[in-house]
């Protein structure tokens, strides 16, 4: 019998596996797909480096930061001299400097209001324990959309300070969630104020991409990272468990589901969870979104005198960013990455490939001019489809659910234990709370064994 058994590795599952293997502990990590880094994924797709998942680091992230301290990693800023663009509720384009949008005094007056009150209660919370704020039952009851709707009858006010969080962070409509997750979005990143600061919480990049974390994370467990073993099964009882792939079966002390919640109930476990562990993970879900990886000869939107970032909750891309990859001999052209979410993505996805690409490029004209009509090099993330995912960035409670079932998202049952970026604090669903879930499992491992 080996001492832990992390399913999954990801950045969590991988964190906790080298914590304990650190302690002298026997541990072994089971992984699905055929490479490490779960959501964070980096792939040379037609020449070019893109990041397919997760990939920027924002100064509040200091689990991170020191992680890639760790592991000797480098970082360099995203690119962001120049004019932003916004497209309004009129559709007029508008060019902006800072991070106020450039819309009528009344709407930025009530944007402000409403991002000070949403600042004021993520105050009040501690996002390890979002059921415990004040305002809980009543905040989790009502979607943000309704939330919105009371705080201003400014549509573009409510539609902007909506974009922050459903579209951009969630992925998912405003109305298909709490206005408690929303604080806890919020709470999460330190305030609401980083989040409508994308020179904050898009600081930088690492150099390389961001799945270098996971790659030598896994490096410093030699033989102890098994790929393509997807479990099957795992039989528990009080003195450990067995977890069973197509490969073999494991008997280890305790194990670590280091998955989203998502894919907890698609093993079978013998006995079967309790039932408020299985319901729960019915309530949470992944949103949609496609990211978008457009390639072009040259950043040509720098000699316009444009940063490369954009915004509108009006358009089919909602934002977009210069997304190129650190400076390399001989590299001249640029990326911009672009996101579609929600229901927008429900809609392009009903469109054969070629009417999509078409509708995207026309969007990002929008925002740019004519030519972004005119890449060399066209890429979607597939997360939607991915098995392993299946979604993106990453799930979150339905409505009312986050009182009714928090408590119970870090609780073991038996000798398993669970953890993910999903059920983090701070830096929930970022790079930054798979760490703290990683350090905090295997410090709690540590402890029982």
Known sequence: MIDVVVVGAGVTGLITALRLHEAGREVLVLEARDRVGGRLHTETVDGVRLEIGGQWVSPDQTALLDVIDELGLETYPRHRDGDSVYIGRDGIRRTFRGEAFPVPDATATEMQRI????????????????????????????SFAAWLAEQTDDVEARDNVGLYVGPAMLTKPAHAFSALSAVLMAASAGGFSHLVDADFILDRRVVGGLQEVPVRLAARLPGLVRLGEPVTRVDWDSDGATVHTGQGSYRARRVVMAVPPT???????????????????????FGLVLKLHITYETPFWREAGLSGTAFSPYALVHEAYDNSNEDVAGETRGILVGFISDEKADGVLTLDAETRRARILESLA???????????????????????????????????????????LRADVGPLAFASSDVAGLGFQHVDGAIRMG???AARLLASL
């Open 115 to 142: 991002i000070k009150e949403l600042d004021a209660l993520a105050a009040q919370m501690d996002p390890l324990v979002p059921w415990e704020h004040p305002d809980a039952e009543r905040l989790d009851r009502m």
């Open 439 to 441: 350090e905090a499992t």
């Open 366 to 408: 929008g925002y740019y001019g004519e030519q972004a009509l005119h890449p060399v090099a066209y890429y979607e993330s597939p997360w939607m489809s991915d098995e392993w995912t299946a979604g993106a960035f990453g799930t979150s409670f339905d409505i009312g659910s986050l009182t009714r079932y928090g408590r119970h």
């Open 263 to 285: 894919l907890v109930n698609r093993v079978r476990y013998a006995p079967a969870l309790p039932a408020v562990q299985a319901q729960m993970r019915q309530h949470q879900s």
